[in-house]
């Protein structure tokens, strides 16, 4: 079905008299999921141990560590960067190498830590005033052997669970507080057969589950991990544990393992780990990365990014209303979540091109009192994200009504002076670009049979940072697409765009990068969402139809053992035979090579331009949707597809808001 | 990406296949990649250096060790 848009704009958008309301905002977001620009706030000296870090809930920042067997805390009310960040207390002995542990809630913080006397004790110490004083230590649990980490994480109505291991092995226990009473021992989560060994863990509640985040090795296989999971508590059946989730993989014959996890929730899921390189050159490096917005935790996270923060102790990480916190011993970082500018009364002019294979948009601002050039528009930079919603105020009392929207990332922000008027010019690209310049930090496999062309094709698309997604009715893609499991490969350095462009390659589908990497099915049976010309339809301003020779009117398909022709002859017979092929040796029967053969150069067909349509701006119109344009002037009445998707805004003297529309074959 | 080079950490001498350390990808390995004939056995001894053509082929069963060195 078409875009749905509103009665009242519909008709709106069609009368010769229209109201343009065109909304731009800029955001420090990536796919809806807020950036972190971490800045350090502190360097010290403190050595390398397990730590902890907890928000109390007056905004205090309480850290404690464990060096050598000395628990030392440090609470710093409210935290900027002007605080002092290397005043310690020395509150205990405990013991060496062992995990500490931190959370907090209102009117409580909780630190658990192993005992000094008893390497199987952990021992739990209460602040009832936001870290500035502590309880004396109570046992809560004692284990046959060495505890190896901890974590803590209270759920909303102040139950508490801790976490912990046992030295590296699969064991990872529960220990419950409910109604303010600790249970009598752990219990074993339901994962030790998923793993051969345990290096760190790290938890929080999210208000429905503890979801934890967890580094080790892999079972038989040794490889080590990255994952996240979680255990139920009030959404999922309680103490359920979920399957885990890589982050982050290496090989076991490789020289990298992962260690001292880290896990906060802002806007999405964040996770920090260390990725420990033995080999040269030797490096111990944290990581972070994040879910997708509205991503559930064991689900699909972006490619980890390298953080500044080195050591073999990990990034703690909490999370505040409007920033996020990273702590090691020696290391303090600070992320606000900075608020994004509406930039719509600044708009002076926009242009917009859409394809199926990339994106590009310049906008104007005016920027008279000087603000943009002054850089004080903290998401007015490159990498931040524009949402352009073009509308018009169309609704009730004039409210502004849209259909299409687009995400654009802004690729260069440049000040001008033209004719004394102060101006700010924005270029930017979109999802495909974006793909482009992801490129994969090591090589990734997938076995025959193992996962369809589509969920290969949303693993790297979430792992580049995008929001992949599958059209519906009528552009619902193939049967294919979805079932299709080829054996794939993907060699370190390659681009997003171009591992997908190998999977899209034999397939009917197409990609509409409006708003992210939307996979869209074609056919030539879709019918048309949109009319233009005739009585009563959206209106022309300017058409133009136009001919030209394909650039391949006969394709092959090279599969496995087999090979499929296809070819246009009235196209070959005019302009020549022009010839492709295609090798995908995952084609194993006749059908199946005949099929991809014929979608290649149906896309031959479709992506070759047939004209150009410029009309009034539909709100309701997508790249790749199928029109319907009447023309009695060119005798034009036909169905196109949408190969190219523009926009030209301006105001002032010679306003213009239109569509362009480039028309290719059905 | 008709060529690349990598380092090999296994083989299967019976059904020819090795698992290779492609250059920049220190975390992971690529399995079961096609040998050429050619190649004696013998001489694909682990850590030595070898050239994979890809083809131009999405296909990982398409992939063949043409040189060990």
Known sequence: MALPVSPSLTVHQKQAARRPAVSLTASLTRSGVQLLPFERLYTGSEPDGPHALALAADGSLIRARNQSGTLYLSRVSAPSSSSVWNTWSNLTPCTAAAGVALAARPGEVLLAYVDSAASTRILLRTSTDNGSSWSAPTSIVTEASAIGSLALAFNPFGDACLFYTLGTSTTLKRLRRTSGVWAASGANWSRSASVASLTGISALHDGADFILTITGTEVTTGNPRAWAAFMGDLLFPANAWSTLAAIAEADAASSITFAAPGIAYSGSYRASFVRKEAGSVAENRVYTSNTPQLGSANGSWFEPAPHQATGTAGLALAAASSAVWGTTPAGVWYAPLAAGQDLSSRLIRCSLRITPASTRATIELDDADGVIAAGNYAAVIPGATLTLAPGYASGAAGATENGVVFMLIIDRVTSAVRRGRRLARIEASGAWELAQRWHAPQAWQSANGALARSAIFARFAIRAGLSPSSAGIPYAPSADWTGNKPPFVVPAGESAASLMARLLAPMPELVRPEAGLQVVGTSASDAATGAYGAAGQHPIAELELSAEAWQRNWTRLAGSGRYADTFDPAQVYVAGPRFGVLSDATAVDNSQAANWAAAILRKQQMLTPRGQLVAPFDCARQLLDVVTVTDGDLAAAGDYRVIGLGMEYSRGPRPRFDSILVLGGK | ?69
Not at chain 2, 3 to 25: E, H, I, Q
Not at chain 2, 47 to 58: F, K, M, P, Q, Y
Request: no cysteine; proline share 3%.
């Open chain 2, 1 to 69: 990406m008709a060529l690349l080079r990598g380092t090999l950490t296994a083989f299967d001498s019976v059904n020819y296949k090795a698992t290779v350390r492609l250059d920049g990808s220190a975390p992971q390995t690529v399995n079961n990649i096609k040998t050429s004939r050619a190649i004696p056995a013998a001489e694909m001894v682990t850590t030595r250096r070898l050239i994979v053509d890809t083809g131009e082929a999405s296909s990982a069963d398409e992939w063949v060790v043409t040189a060990v060195y």
